[in-house]
């Protein structure tokens, strides 16, 4: 058979729905789709789960998390899953609700003091579909939460809020700043108590990166993967300045064991009842006169043929998270490569679900 033929008969074996194939064919067809885009893309190091209804479909890693040393990517491999930090922030917020201790509808101005006129209307809820009209803000990355806090509340508001929506990460800095206000310690701190430890989430953290005069002190995360983009024809390893007080909206570092330990306690039910859960994660508030982009719970929402899926990705493709409710079925891609788009996730999704439609072009960007 000559190679020609073997290609189409592999591209008409992928093509196949996941329904006509045992899950180990299922298994190996991503394995082929996701080893040979690695090598047209050039992706140093990747790790990919399925995960249903509580139960490991697929656990892989492909690649090398550090190339300097050789280093393979692993289960246990801390990747930075930037915006996907979100989603471990969303699941302390509804334990939080949950627990009575806070509800989407409280005005902010009942944790916070002596706040502006314009922040009145502002509401929890507000934060977490990005909604709220808070700017950016834009300053010096070693300043405390309550600095950053006060200084936004001296500037105006980009729109009144509930009225339109900007994807901001000052609104999850405000956000986690209430917590702190709620537990009493600082935010790493209530999602290690809260979230993390609750899930068996054991291998990752954050770097708590501070400068202090002229060196850069960082904890240290085992098995920490570098990420790297490509520059004139070669790979350069580079590390986005993540502030601490953004660390409620990016930063953390997660291993795939990790992630997948938190979607079976959300399977599970661990911390709170899927009853509970399930209409703030998938269920959209209205912004002006559209329905929200964004779920009650902050996730990126997704409907193709009557598939609803929802979650979150960061980097933008250091991180890809989906979870599909109807279909019971979460996929999560780790990537170290700092130019991968999102699309991966959703790409390995579809050999699962035979109602989401093939696409399986992956595509990276020039940072």
């Given at each position: 058979m000559t190679k020609y033929l073997v290609r189409l008969v592999l591209l008409a074996f992928l093509a196949l729905p996941s329904a006509a194939q045992t899950p180990k064919a299922v298994s190996h067809s991503v394995d082929e789709f996701v080893t040979s885009?690695?090598?047209?893309?050039?992706?140093?190091g990747l790790a990919v789960a399925v995960v249903k209804n509580g139960e490991k479909i697929k656990v892989a890693s492909y690649g090398q998390a550090n190339t300097e040393w050789n280093r393979e990517v692993t289960e246990h491999t801390n990747f930075q899953i930037a915006s996907c930090t979100k989603l471990l922030t969303s699941t302390l917020v509804l334990k939080t609700v949950y627990a009575g201790k806070l509800s989407l509808n409280d005005p902010i101005g009942k944790y916070l003091d002596s706040i502006p006129a314009?922040?009145?209307?502002?509401?929890?809820?507000?934060?977490?579909?990005?909604?709220s009209g808070i700017r950016e803000f834009r300053g010096d990355a070693y300043v405390s939460t309550a600095t950053v806090v006060r200084a936004l509340m001296d500037s105006t508001l980009e729109y009144t809020s509930g009225t339109k929506q900007h994807y901001a990460q000052a609104d999850f800095m405000i956000a986690g700043y209430i917590l702190e206000k709620i537990y009493g310690k600082p935010f790493p701190q209530i999602l290690k108590d809260e979230v993390t430890s609750p899930l068996n989430m054991k291998d990752g953290a954050f770097d708590m990166e501070q400068r202090v005069g002229t060196f850069m002190r960082t904890n240290l995360v085992p098995q920490k993967a570098t990420t790297y983009y490509e520059l004139d024809g070669q790979l350069r390893a580079y590390k986005f300045i993540y502030p601490q007080y953004t660390y409620t909206a990016g930063g953390y570092?997660?291993?795939?064991?990790?992630?997948?330990n938190w979607v079976i306690g959300l399977d599970k039910e661990v911390l709170f009842p899927d009853a509970f859960a399930r209409p703030l994660l998938y269920g959209q508030d209205s912004v002006g006169t559209k329905l929200s982009e964004f779920t009650k719970a902050g996730w990126a929402l997704g409907e193709e043929k009557n598939v609803l899926y929802a979650?979150?990705?960061?980097?933008?493709?250091?991180?890809?998270?989906?979870?599909?409710?109807?279909?019971?079925?979460?996929?999560?891609?780790?990537?170290?490569?700092?130019?991968?788009?999102?699309?991966?996730?959703?790409?390995?999704?579809?050999?699962?679900?035979?109602?989401?439609?093939?696409?399986m072009e992956i595509k990276k960007f020039e940072r």
């Open positions: 885009k690695m090598k047209a893309l050039g992706i140093p314009s922040w009145k209307p502002i509401h929890v809820k507000h934060l977490l579909n990005h909604s570092f997660a291993s795939l064991d990790d992630m997948v979650g979150h990705s960061g980097g933008p493709g250091l991180g890809d998270v989906w979870r599909f409710p109807e279909e019971g079925y979460t996929v999560i891609v780790l990537s170290n490569d700092g130019e991968l788009l999102p699309d991966f996730a959703r790409a390995i999704a579809s050999f699962y679900i035979p109602g989401l439609e093939r696409k």
